[in-house]
């Protein structure tokens, strides 16, 4: 998107990216420990197994 419209990343004093290196946090209900961390890794390890070869 900026490729295509320097103007618009040009005029803003944000340094040119347009999402900060933030994080959303929120409570999640009725949830352990355990259940929240097992999904977090398992987020992890299937996002590894999509990447092609020698990444």
């Keep these: 998107f900026l490729k ?3 103007e618009i990343r040009d ?3 944000w340094g040119g ?3 900060s290196p933030s994080y ?3 409570t ?3 949830m352990s420990k355990d259940v929240v961390e ?5 987020q992890k390890y299937n996002e590894l197994k999509k990447r092609p070869k020698g990444r």
Excluded: E, F, V
Aim: charged share 10%.
């Design 4 to 6: 295509r419209h320097p």
């Design 11 to 13: 005029s803003q004093d």
């Design 17 to 19: 990216h347009l999402w």
């Design 24 to 26: 959303y946090m929120s």
């Design 28 to 30: 999640l209900g009725n």
């Design 38 to 42: 097992n999904y977090i890794n398992n």
